[in-house]
């Protein structure tokens, strides 16, 4: 049976864990527990949330001026940042598709021994570069028109390739 982590491990926690880093950071904007309640909390010593109070100073207080919202605190709600998680899947991606290729995991005729498994990465990886395309806006709009009666679409000023049309008057 795995023992509980030290202290160093969950203060290290607390700042690594969004989730954590923002509990706290909620509980130290609240005022309504001291900084050695919210210590035991998270099983860190009193001056372990001093510390984290000090360097998190400036969004407590946004926080308590109500300048920010708690959705702010998380990192998903920041595209730069979501695009940035992306990016580092893809490069991760990239590093095991490469490996995959490398000539010590093919079999004689150069195909990969577990050629599942890179097809898996490709899509995985063409996922999420497609949804970083859909994040930054770079995917036409699809429209989906369902009807048992047929349907007619006529858009005004707008050519079949997209392009504007110009007005005739």
Partial sequence: MPSDPTPEIKARRLERSTRLRNECIEMLAAGER?????????GVAQSVVSKFKTKHLDIIQQLQRGEIERM???????KARRVASYQTEIE??????E???DER?????????????LVKLYKRRDSALRAVAEELGELPARIIISSNKGAKLEIEGVGADGTPIADHV
């Avoid at 991760?92 to 598709?97: F, G, P, S, V, W």
């Fill in 34 to 42: 001291t900084q050695a309640e919210i210590g035991r909390h998270f």
């Fill in 72 to 78: 702010q605190l998380l990192w998903v709600s920041d």
């Fill in 92 to 97: 991760h991606l990239d590093e095991l598709i």
């Fill in 99 to 101: 490996d995959m290729r």
């Fill in 105 to 117: 995991i093919v079999d004689e005729y150069g195909t990969p021994v577990d050629s599942d498994s």
